[in-house]
């Protein structure tokens, strides 16, 4: 494959044009962080080099040794054929600035409460130096538990997920961050094993695929545990039990912030009393809901 003269592949560009072309052949789907074939190829290739991510245009024409060339053939290659998700490949996943380590146990690191916490939830959050309790309710890989404690430095966080494998990752990273004095793993089906405390904030991204939408997933989220995607046949079983049970482990005043994908009008039709406030992000209004504790019944 690189051999001194005829090799198929010489330079950073040649291995770009690869991976967009074997992905696009595959027909790969991208909605892990990519939005395109030239993107997730980018990112692999430079990655794999160990270059800035951020960085491709100064390296295209670099010319590269032949492990170097087999290492990038070989990742995009399992991308491509074995339609891997590219974050399991590299085991990393990016939230804005924010690096988390992933592999199969986690679904991959993706949601917009993460767009939301930076800014400390303002407005609806007006003294964020008085969050000191704050839950993430299906906590995966930990990522919105940690940008919770980095978003409210003076908070005690608690991270919750029905799975040890799950757990396991987020101890990972919350090590990585060294959260470990400020957020705290539990093992629970929702709130069964939590303790009664009142929290200022719940946030949740939790399972919400619908059965119609599972069933015709692409096979990229169908690597990730499907404990972590299905919410029953109307995407809403878990979402339900959030707004049945938050109340009472909310302080007064506190707020529930939860994501529930494409599920708004199924969500307005189930529960049509609740005055939910939907948050603006950078796929729409439709996605995330805010409510205050007095506001859940």
């Not at 949740?204 to 499907?226: C, G, H, W």
């Not at 506190?254 to 609740?274: F, Q, T, W, Y």
């Amino acid at each position: 494959m690189a051999s001194s003269s005829g090799m198929p592949f010489r330079t950073v560009r040649d291995l770009l044009r690869y991976g967009v072309s074997s992905l696009t052949e595959a027909s790969a789907f991208f909605g892990h962080g990519s939005a395109s074939a030239y993107d997730e190829a980018a990112y692999l290739v430079l990655h794999t080099l160990h270059l800035p991510l951020d960085t491709l245009e100064p390296f295209l024409d670099a010319r590269l040794t032949e492990a170097e060339i087999n290492a990038v053939v070989e990742i995009l290659d399992r991308r491509a054929k074995l339609r891997i998700p590219a974050a399991y490949l590299t085991q990393e996943a990016w939230l804005g600035e924010h690096r988390f380590y992933v592999d199969e146990r986690v679904i991959v690191p993706r949601s917009f409460i993460a767009e939301l916490l930076p800014a400390q939830l303002s407005p609806w959050i007006d003294a964020p130096e008085k969050v000191t309790r704050v839950l993430d309710m299906c906590t995966g890989s930990g990522c919105l538990a940690i940008l919770a404690a980095l978003a409210f430095p003076h908070a005690q966080v608690d991270a919750v997920d029905i799975s040890s494998d799950a757990l396991a990752v987020a101890r990972r990273n919350i090590g990585d961050y060294n959260l470990g004095e400020r957020v705290h793993l539990l093992q629970s089906d929702l709130f069964a094993s939590v303790a009664p405390t009142r929290y200022d904030l719940i946030i949740s991204n939790p399972p919400y695929v619908d059965k119609p939408s599972m069933i015709a997933l692409p096979k990229e989220y169908r690597a990730e545990p499907e404990i972590a995607l299905a919410g029953g046949d109307d995407g809403l079983v878990v979402v339900k039990s959030l707004l049945r049970r938050a109340r009472s482990y909310l302080n007064r005043g506190g707020k529930l912030v939860v994501e529930i994908g494409h599920n708004r009008a199924a969500l307005e039709r189930a529960s049509p009393d609740v005055p939910f406030t939907w948050l603006e992000v950078s796929a729409g209004d439709a996605l995330v809901f805010l409510l205050d504790q007095d506001q859940l019944a």
